[in-house]
């Protein structure tokens, strides 16, 4: 399964736990859409061997996280980056900060927090319960690609300011008969 996720806004190097969590919000309605299209609908609605919404909900602190790729499902991804920023290509030290302390950022905000990674005082609004979240843990990644351009818009308000693209690829860990059976389109 393939999908791509969007995010425009600052992606700061060495982010907060609070600008992780801004980045979590961010792709949390694209993931929620993803969960309520086929194939996800289905595996979702389903008691499926064992694996049920309960199962798949993780409890963290306040928030009841959704990941998707998860070692319950035996799901892992592999993730392609087009990152657009406002300098120059070729500058990996920049005004905003350097690529790998961004992306740092990014894979942090992309994997459910720990207990010790939600802001305090922070809790679920009306709309984030189940939380989605693309994965239970960012070792969950396989392959990671990123190409960086110059974002040709004005930024003048922050040097933070990127386009993302990513496209997400999961695999399954682990091939056998109740995962080909049960998920046959994932």
Not at 16 to 24: G, P, T, V
Not at 29 to 57: C, H, M, T
Not at 105 to 127: C, E, F, H, V, Y
Request: glycine share 6%; proline share 8%; with cysteine.
């Amino acid at each position: 399964m393939k999908f791509r996720l969007f995010y425009q806004g600052p992606l700061k190097v060495n982010g907060s736990i609070a600008d992780k969590q801004l980045l979590r919000r961010a792709f949390l309605p694209q993931l929620r859409s993803l969960w309520q299209q086929k194939p996800l609908a289905d595996f979702y609605n389903e008691v499926n061997l064992g694996l049920n919404k309960a199962a798949l909900v993780k409890g963290i602190g306040p928030f009841n996280c959704l990941p998707l790729v998860q070692q319950a499902i035996e799901l892992v991804a592999a993730i392609d980056i087009v990152l657009l920023r406002p300098e120059e290509p070729g500058n990996i030290i920049t005004q905003g900060g350097d690529i790998d302390n961004r992306l740092k950022t990014l894979l942090d905000s992309l994997q459910m927090p720990k207990l010790n990674q939600i802001p305090p005082g922070d809790a679920p609004r009306n709309d984030e319960n189940p939380f989605y979240c693309l994965l239970e843990d960012d070792n969950l990644i396989t392959g990671l690609s990123v190409v960086t351009d110059r974002l040709l818009l004005p930024v003048k308000d922050d040097p933070h300011k990127v386009i993302l693209l990513m496209q997400v690829t999961l695999e399954f860990t682990h091939q056998h008969f109740t995962n080909v059976i049960a998920r046959p389109h994932l």
